[in-house]
């Protein structure tokens, strides 16, 4: 009987994967899937135009300089020992301006900007009558903000709202879309158990997600590591962790899509309008910090939290309850999440098993 049962679920995958993938109600899930590639896409051909100004700026220098001469410059040194340590500027502005002094009172001060580059790092330099104000470098390659950075898009964009909408659009269709296009009635009337199929039309939505958002996290990444050199990329791939980070993200990406593949499946079949369980699966998620401990177990973002490997640091003077959107305060080790995830998409799924045996077709309510 178990050989039956999985030749059935397989011959139900096959069927759905080929109206998944093509259905013209789900088109916009590729575009939602695209929207961070996009994204990243756009930040990395920002990011190489600025390199090739920076390089562009150190080949104009007067000599050659390292990091190291950047480093050099403090507040207060006088122009001569700037010029002394980085030659003549490439870029330079100069203008007068007025500084209050007083009470009603005020005096003339000439000021000039500099700006320098070692071929990789920018140095801004603001003086005044002669003495430096301030100096200020803006690194071309910072990992770990660029890591904080993709950490946020992956946290706040992709799982939140790509992947949660993605299978929103797909597993919701599953049982859904056959009563909207009054089609349901042939899988009933085949020689199949109810369960079986629900078991085969699940695992094909969990395979069209895991595909089409599995995709888009690589490109995400691809994408995110175009504008390094290849020194660059090597050590962010190698030596800060990137390459692990990259694995760990697609497996928290294939998580999601299994827990909420579950919510979205059972809701397609308990509720005829999808807009009601959508909103409160929604709410859930997002306020999912502020809820009870107890209650945050029954939630998919919570584990998918658990499970990042990028901890997005507070912004300085955040509010205590914007903090909590983006701190993981009691975090659960990973197995514990990984394990979380699948009784909760079991559970669910062992709903779904009994509310589809108990099913009626009625098209004319629809």
């Not at 994967?17 to 939602?32: D, E, P």
Request: charged share 15%; aromatic share 14%; glycine share 8%.
């Amino acid at each position: 009987m178990t050989r039956l049962w999985w030749a059935q679920i397989k011959a139900v995958v096959r069927l759905e994967l080929k109206k998944t993938f093509v259905a013209k109600r789900g088109l916009w899930i590729y575009a939602v899937a695209a929207l961070p590639v996009l994204l990243f896409i756009a930040y990395a051909v920002a990011m190489s135009n600025e390199q090739h100004k920076t390089v562009k700026l150190a080949r104009d220098s007067q000599k050659p300089l390292s990091y190291q001469d950047l480093l050099a410059i403090k507040s207060g040194m006088a122009r001569n020992e700037v010029l002394a340590i980085l030659g003549k500027p490439p870029v330079n502005f100069h203008w007068s301006g007025r500084r209050p002094t007083g009470p009603g009172a005020d005096e003339e001060v000439f000021r000039e900007d500099y700006q320098y580059s070692d071929g990789q790092n920018d140095l801004y330099i603001s003086l005044a009558d002669g003495k430096v104000e301030s100096a200020h470098i803006r690194e071309g390659y910072n990992l770990g903000q660029d890591a904080f950075m993709f950490a946020g898009v992956f946290q706040f964009f992709f799982l939140r709202l790509a992947v949660f909408f993605g299978c929103l659009g797909i597993f919701m269709n599953l049982f859904r879309g056959e009563v909207l296009d009054k089609s349901l009635h042939f899988y009933f009337l085949a020689p199949i158990r109810r369960e079986v199929l629900m078991a085969g039309k699940f695992l094909a939505g969990l395979l069209a997600t895991c595909t089409i958002f599995v995709t888009s996290e690589v490109l995400q990444t691809l994408a995110f590591l175009w504008h390094f050199n290849p020194h660059m990329r090597d050590v962010y791939l190698f030596h800060n962790h990137g390459l692990e980070h990259a694995a760990i993200y697609v497996g928290v990406t294939m998580l999601a899509c299994l827990g909420y593949g579950a919510f979205f499946l059972g809701a397609g079949m308990l509720f005829r309008n999808p807009i009601i369980p959508t909103a409160a699966v929604l709410f859930w998620e997002w306020f999912n910090p502020f809820l009870p401990a107890l209650l945050k177990q029954f939630s998919v973002i919570y584990y998918l939290k658990s499970l990042c490997p990028v901890e997005i640091p507070l912004p300085p003077g955040m509010p205590g309850l914007f903090a909590l959107l983006f701190s993981n305060a009691d975090p659960i080790s990973a197995p514990l999440a990984i394990l979380g995830i699948i009784v909760v998409a079991g559970i669910v799924l062992a709903v779904s098993g009994a509310q589809v045996r108990r099913m009626e077709i009625n098209y004319t309510s629809e």
